[in-house]
């Protein structure tokens, strides 16, 4: 995750029109021409990084195709909570102040705060792994009648598969997560299955912040195991150059599955890539926004795998990546 130079949190200004923010890694707020056609849509999301500023890119290009665009006929509001869970209800509350025609929810903590806030507005979700765990319904077509959204729940069954192609004879493997987010609940219970059938002890740590990243992340590191692994866990991707740092340290191979942080220092991916996530919820968006009901939306499931290779760390642990691996994240670079 992009490192957050600021503590502070967005500030909408009660002063006249604001101009909206180009800038990607700090939250905004801003307004467009006033018009009877013009829709208020309020983005929320956990914090500034490089899948959410993918996902947002794919979210205003599903708009634009849809006939909505910033500064035209579109006012677009965008708060983050800036890592810290406690902050993500009043963010939404702000929006319900203002009268949002939309709000619109990225990552799963930012969903679950959005189905108990946000009951009499319309919402819509993108970039979360498991809605339904996240509290929008029982199913994609049984779901609140105020949410509909996008889910993309990562190939945890080929995380396994690409962990013992990299490490053959691997016995046990860690993984470091926050037990309070939904999603890393889901996607850990799901590893566990995964990796016990494939032989592989999981071995996990609990993080409930992101000061305990670094820690959590050297206790997994010393655990006897082969590899770490890091699924998209809100509060240990904030904290992700402490993990990193961990695992050199202890010279660990360190797999992910958000293809965006790979380059800083994992030597593999097999994730998401959040382009097509953002673009569906986009479009969803528009149809909210056009008169549709969330009701009437059945939520979606956009999960496009992406596989990606970081030669530079593999040559720092002396691994080869097989020649099939190569070949395929050649075809998806």
Known sequence: MSRITRRSMIVQSAAGALALAGCKHMPTGASTA??????????????????????MKGIWDGLKQQGF???KNLTVLTAHANGEISQIPMLIQNYITQGVDLIMTMTTPVLTAACSAARNSKVVFTYCYDPIAAGAGSSFTSHLSNITGVGSFPPVDKTVDLIKRLIPGVKSVATVYNNS?????KVISVG????????????????NNTSEVFQAAQVACYRNVQALWITGDNTALQSFDAIVKAAKAAHMPLIINDPEFTNRGAVACVGLGWLPPGKAGGILAARVLKGESPANIPIQEVAEQKLVLN???????KLTFPADLEKAAQAQA
Do not use: Q, W
Not at 311 to 316: G, M, N, R, Y
């Open 181 to 185: 987010e939904a999603n890393s609940v």
């Open 192 to 207: 566990r299955e995964e990796f016990k059938k494939a032989g592989i002890k999981l071995e996990e740590v609990t993080a």
């Open 69 to 71: 665009e910033k500064d």
């Open 34 to 55: 006033t018009g009877s056609g013009n829709k208020k849509l309020g983005l929320v999301y956990f914090a500034p990084e490089e899948g959410a500023d993918l996902c």
């Open 311 to 317: 030669h530079d760390v593999a040559k720092e642990l």
